[in-house]
């Protein structure tokens, strides 16, 4: 006797299914529909309908609900998701007793990341505080996959922070702020799409250093400026010098340069209310008085 087996698909899972008796068989296995609504749902709902008649008109007070335009409502009945997804803005009809909604504000929310205690790259504890802007964009994910969106995404954003910065050095994050904050809002981004929210904007608020660094960094940057000034001072003397000696071979080609240099500079001296002026003399006409051996170690 030959034994032939067939693996049988059911209609909605996979159930394997054996059949040794020597003939090919089907067999069908109806599994529960999860979405289908029970006799004890349907009796509630009754009973729901039966009491807005009774109370009628004053059941239409809670029955018809209004939310704003900024707002979406998810609604419940019994503990299920009500089909057509969230209602608004406007207004919208439920049950009472059996349906409950809960609304979610679409607006872009603002929140200030607390001080984080970060250690950078380079083994530099730094507090920063940043503030991150994000908004709703699926009321049905927010609401179903998430307890709460809100308090989810700020520790998200307290972790996500100290992860960026832990990754730089002390200079890139005083420099490069923006890349870092592009860098978190990125990654914030992913992590919350599944729920339903989008990140729109994460800025770096303060960055807090200690006092000591503090202090080291502006030696480090006041000796810096010193060392720029003084090689700027060195290189203001070299032109001046420069400029000296060409003037002074102009000088020797007209000797009545020389004079009119020398009696601008009595113009200027004289010009200042002094009590004592300087009077240059030329050595050269000195020679003629003194003997030459004494004064030949004078500057001519």
């Known amino acids: 006797m030959r034994t032939e087996v067939r693996r049988i698909n059911t209609r909605r899972d ?12 089907a067999i069908t296995i109806q599994m529960p529909n999860p979405e289908a609504v029970g006799c004890v749902e349907r009796f509630a709902t009754f009973l729901s309908f039966l009491l807005v008649i009774i109370t009628f008109p004053f059941s239409l007070f809670e029955c018809f609900k209004v939310v704003q335009e900024f707002e979406r409502a998810v609604i ?7 089909k057509g997804g969230a209602r608004g803005p406007g207004l919208f009809f439920v049950l009472p007793c059996i349906d409950t909604y809960r609304k979610v504000d679409l607006r872009t929310v603002s929140f200030d990341v607390p001080p984080q205690e970060v250690l950078t790259r380079d083994s530099v504890t730094v507090a920063v505080d940043a503030v991150v802007y994000y908004r709703i964009k699926e009321p049905l994910n927010a609401v179903v996959r998430v307890a709460d969106y809100s308090a989810s995404t700020r520790l ?18 005083l420099s490069d702020r923006e890349a870092i904050s592009h860098m978190m809002q990125a990654n914030l981004d992913e992590a919350t799409d599944p729920w339903g929210v989008e990140v729109e904007r994460v800025e770096i608020k303060d960055v807090r250093l200690p006092v000591q660094l ?3 960094m502006a030696a480090e940057a006041e000796a810096d400026r010193e060392a720029r000034a003084k090689v700027i001072a060195a290189e203001g003397e070299i032109k001046a010098s420069k400029a000296l000696k060409e003037a002074s071979l102009v000088m020797i080609d007209n000797p009545m340069a020389l004079q009119l240099r020398y009696l601008q500079s009595l113009n200027t001296i004289s010009a200042e209310k002094n009590s004592t002026i300087i009077f240059p003399f030329p050595m050269d006409f000195l020679k003629t008085f003194l003997p ?4 030949s170690h004078l500057p001519v």
Do not use: E, I, K, W
């Open 14 to 25: 996979n159930v394997p299914s054996y059949c040794d008796t020597g003939t090919s068989c």
């Open 76 to 82: 419940f009945r019994l503990g299920r998701l009500r």
């Open 156 to 173: 998200l954003a307290a972790t996500t922070l100290r992860n960026v910065l832990g990754m730089r050095d002390l200079a890139q994050l």
């Open 214 to 216: 503090q202090r080291a």
């Open 292 to 295: 030459g051996p004494s004064m």
